[in-house]
């Protein structure tokens, strides 16, 4: 390495670096592109250095998708990513055009030009590795990188695709390999609040929320931050703040830990989170052996399919009724596995329901607060509202409940912890 290259790397260092993420609403036309890029070329103009992640137009993923199931064929997966991923290029290319209209030089990379190297699931790949090089360069060059989100490039040199709404994870990943001060995911609301704002009309958006309580909210069905994209925020420590892209303001800073913001009072319940993607099914007479939930939830797991809740309860006759939730979208397939599995354990009948939902509270405050079960349960019980499935950990409570009072359920539970309410109240 010459004195040259050591210099260049410090002043490198010294200029702010932030990663910008825009969602599909944020991207859905062309006025709005052009909005991202005032925003984006108003940051150059400042001397900070901009990467900038974007996702496909809003609608485009889902057409995308659909366009890829109108084959007769079962699909191969490895075919939907390579179809699904051209979203986001056309992003990148529109954007490119706008900031170049702004007197921006910008080069728009697709996931495999910079690269983001994953592995080979299909549909839902996980990063690898990430090289710096070329973004360096670009930035280093005074010029704008951006990035199509959501996709990669496996090490055998095959597009992949991240998850739905994997662009977050690629921001966030970007963030962490570049070291950027701050990775900040622009959408169509002005930050984390303590419900989905589209459903509890008076929800409050949090100044801070902890990584530890976003991950449980975004894991429990708030779809703001992809669930991968907090786990790697907190495991790289990358600053991480929600804004809108409409409005101006401070957005919600996702942060390690509330101790930093003693003066703000530990609301004990931070949020309510939902999840509508959820169905579950039950087991019957399953005999009451050990190994008998290894040999039911084994072929599950192997068909890929998640579990999410578990509940099991032996009956006066020895025999257990097993119950567990999945993705909706799994419902069919794990039904099947299911029936397979329940002739071959001699176990009763197969039931399934798919118009479930489930409902959580959330918040690091619990630990040290009793009572919140019950406060939970009287809530839903005065409003009528029964539980097909209760589940616990030590920050959050999740119940099942018929997907119809999932919307007066959610509301109810933001009003019985008071969220509504000015924080420190
Ligand atoms: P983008 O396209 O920008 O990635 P998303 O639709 O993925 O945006 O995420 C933003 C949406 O997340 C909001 O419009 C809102 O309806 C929903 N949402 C769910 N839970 C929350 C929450 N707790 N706080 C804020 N938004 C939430
Ligand atoms: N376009 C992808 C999706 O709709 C990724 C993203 O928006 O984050 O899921
Ligand atoms: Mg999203």
Redesign the pocket.
Known sequence: MTVDDVEDKAVFRRMTLLVHK?????VGTVERIKAVADRVAATHAEGIQVIVVV?AM?GETNRLLALSRSFDNDVDPVFTDVLVSTGEQVTIGALAIALQARGVEAVPLCGWQVPIVTDTVAGKARIKHISTERLRDILHAGKVAIVAGFQGVSEAGMITTLGR?G??TTAVALAAAMQADECQ?????D????????VVSD?RRLDTVTFEEMLE?ASQ??????IRSVEFAGKYKVPLR?LS?FKDGPGTLITVDKGEYKDMEQPVVS?I?FNRDEAKLTVRGVPDVPGAAYRILGPIGEANIEVDMIVQNVGADSTTDFTFTVHRADFDKARSILEETARSLGAGEVIGDDRIAKVSVVGVGMRSHANIASRMFQALGQEGVNMLMISTSEIKISVVVEEKYLELAVRCLHTAFGLHEEAGK
């Open positions: 825009y969602g599909g609403t944020s996702s809003s709404g662009s977050d995911i622009y959408t169509d609301v930050g984390v609040y303590t419900s989905d704002p589209r929800a909210l069905g708030s779809k703001v931050l992809q929600v892209s949020g989170a």
